[in-house]
T-cell receptor, first 109, second 115 residues
């Protein structure tokens, strides 16, 4: 059973702070990792993907991958109220993506 | 704009009455997926098509079927919906299996209610 685990939250941060979201996965052979944002009642939208160990930055978002420890994280700098959503971690297993249940992020203004 | 379109946005069906959800895409992606997402849960893959090849997940109930008549369209058929089938149904596409090259593109979803 391929698993992707996330803390359900909610994670509450003040506006302007850094939000840190974490995800662990069960298959050491996984190669591709994705972060999706999902607003309530909406479909997921891709924020970032990462394949290599280390950090990948895109604007206010940074994805971090540590394959030895089997975790991937997402940092959101200068958090805004509009960032309030559920963040889904997804891991590629074979020919499909397996999703975690998501972490609820709440940014307080 | 290229996109993934799901219809209807909301669907109410009666217990046991067959229902069909549709998905179309203008991205010309090879792979189309159907996910079921219940409240506060992870999206769960039901099946996917890689071109014309159908791939069913081992734990997908027989009550769920799918058709892909051409590259652009894919349908989800629920033969006898039960109350436990009430969920958001998400259609997604990717150029390659597993989303290599940027992940999946999701449609807006269909919220299914069973009464």
């Amino acid at each position: 059973q391929k698993e992707v685990e996330q803390n359900s939250g909610p994670l509450s941060v003040p506006e302007g702070a850094i939000a840190s979201l974490n995800c662990t996965y069960s298959d050491r052979g996984s190669q591709s990792f994705f972060w999706y944002r999902q607003y309530s009642g909406k479909s997921p939208e891709l924020i970032m993907f990462i394949y290599s160990n280390g950090d990948k930055e895109d604007g206010r978002f940074t994805a971090q991958l540590n394959k030895a420890s089997q975790y991937v994280s997402l940092l959101i700098r200068d958090s805004q109220p509009s960032d309030s959503a559920t963040y889904l971690c997804a891991v590629k297993y074979g020919n499909k993506l397996v999703f975690g249940a998501g972490t609820i992020l709440r940014v307080k203004s | 704009d290229a996109m993934v379109i799901q219809n209807p946005r909301y669907q109410v069906t009666q217990f046991g009455k067959p229902v069909t959800l549709s998905c179309s895409q203008t991205l010309n992606h090879n792979v189309m997926y159907w996910y079921q997402q219940k409240s506060s849960q992870a999206p769960k893959l039901l099946f996917h098509y890689y071109d014309k090849d159908f791939n069913n997940e081992a734990d997908t109930p027989d009550n769920f079927q799918s058709r892909r008549p051409n590259t652009s369209f894919c349908f989800l058929d629920i033969r006898s919906p039960g109350l436990g089938d009430a969920a958001m149904y998400l259609c997604a596409t990717s150029r390659d299996p597993g989303g290599w090259g940027g992940g999946y593109t999701f449609g807006s979803g269909t919220r299914l209610t069973v009464v």
